[in-house]
Every structure is written in C-alpha cells, then in structure tokens.
C-alpha cells in the first residue's frame, strides 16, 4: 500500500484546518549564561544584504543558528573558503560580484569584512591609548579626552608628537577654569 493513502482522512465534514499551534506572543529568552550562547552571539554578521542580516540576527536571538563545524564549499569558485554559516559565496566571490554572500541577491550590502573590528583588534587599540594617555602630561591628556568626548578628530595625534602636541585656546580656558575650581575648593 502507498504511504499516501495510509496518511488520508476519513472525516466528512468540519475538517478546516486549525491556526498556529504556537502564535510567538512573547520571546524565548535563551540561557545567557550558556557558553555556546556567548559564543554564538560573538560571532559578527558580514556581508549580507539587510535582509539576510535580519534572518540571521532573528536566528542568534531566539538560538536557531547552527555555526559551521567545518570549512564550506563555495558556489562561485568551488574552493572550501566558507567560514560563516548560512553564506554560500565566499567573501571574495561575493565582493567580486557584488552580491549578498548568503541570497545571492545584488542587493546593499551593510558591513563587510574589513568594517568589523575583533575582540584583539578593539583590545590592541584600547591598550595602545592606554599608553599614549600615560606618556601625556596631565593638561595634555585632558585636552585630549576632552577632544574625544566633543568628537573631533584625535587620529593624527601620535605618541611621537605629544612633544608638539598643542591645546587650542578654549582647551586652555578651560583648563584654566579647572584649576581655579580646584583653588576656590581647597582650604
């Protein structure tokens, strides 16, 4: 006998179909404390048209992405490049043909590689500020973390020009109204 008249009904009436068994009215929260959680939302999204990056940020929150275990073949160039999940380009082919790396679609795409910084990246760069803070004078590095917080632009400064590292004359104002805050203060 075929397995499909083993799977037919046998009902004459009132068989309409039922709604969605589970509606998603409130999220599934994943165990934070997991470390394949920790691991899994570590991963940066890369070279997705949005989206695809909404597919797969959908998949991290509610624990539904599967990280790859091994290299994956890609479709353009047939070499094991594919380090990503859910990508069937790799990241040359992609940017090559100037398509999302997982839909295939020439769709923007909104970050790629070089755009994302890693954990070593953004602890080397904090560690080399680190440094440069501790070879300035105080003046000099509230000038500069002054600098930071309105936005300006801090990235010509060297650790080899913090001798010509100059204040302008609203750094130095305020520096001057710092010091005479500190004298009003103290008995």
Same mark, same amino acid.
């Given at each position: 006998?075929?397995?499909?008249?083993?799977?037919?009904?046998?009902?004459?009436?009132?068989?309409?179909?039922?709604?969605?068994?589970?509606?998603?009215?409130?999220?599934?929260?994943?165990?934070?404390?997991?470390?394949?959680?920790?691991?899994?939302?570590?991963?940066?999204?890369?070279?997705?048209?949005?989206?695809?990056?909404?597919?797969?940020?959908?998949?991290?929150?509610?624990?539904?992405?599967?990280?790859?275990?091994?290299?994956?073949?890609?479709?353009?160039?047939?070499?094991?490049?594919?380090?990503?999940?859910?990508?069937?380009?790799?990241?040359?082919?992609?940017?090559?043909?100037?398509?999302?790396?997982?839909?295939?679609?020439?769709? %923007?795409?909104?970050?790629?590689?070089? $755009?994302?910084?890693?954990?070593?990246? /953004? *602890?080397? +760069? !904090?560690? #080399?500020? =680190?440094?440069?803070?501790?070879?300035?004078?105080?003046?000099?590095?509230?000038?500069?973390?002054?600098?930071?917080?309105?936005? %300006?632009?801090?990235?010509?400064?060297? $650790?080899?020009?913090?001798?010509?590292? /100059? *204040?302008? +004359? !609203?750094? #130095?104002? =305020?520096?001057?109204?710092?010091?005479?805050?500190?004298?009003?203060?103290?008995?």
């Amino acid at each position: 006998m075929p397995t499909y008249e083993s799977k037919a009904t046998n009902r004459k009436g009132n068989n309409a179909k039922k709604g969605q068994a589970h509606q998603n009215t409130t999220a599934w929260k994943p165990n934070k404390n997991s470390k394949k959680t920790r691991e899994i939302n570590a991963l940066p999204v890369y070279g997705l048209c949005q989206r695809c990056t909404d597919v797969i940020l959908w998949r991290k929150k509610y624990r539904k992405y599967k990280p790859l275990t091994s290299v994956k073949k890609c479709v353009g160039c047939e070499q094991k490049n594919i380090k990503e999940a859910y990508h069937v380009l790799c990241n040359n082919c992609a940017s090559e043909k100037k398509v999302c790396g997982k839909c295939l679609e020439s769709k %923007e795409i909104i970050t790629g590689k070089e $755009e994302i910084k890693s954990a070593a990246d /953004e *602890l080397r +760069d !904090e560690q #080399e500020l =680190e440094r440069m803070l501790g070879k300035m004078t105080l003046r000099q590095r509230r000038s500069y973390m002054r600098k930071l917080d309105r936005g %300006e632009d801090v990235d010509n400064i060297n $650790e080899d020009d913090l001798d010509d590292f /100059e *204040l302008s +004359d !609203e750094d #130095e104002d =305020e520096d001057d109204e710092d010091d005479e805050d500190k004298q009003d203060r103290s008995p």
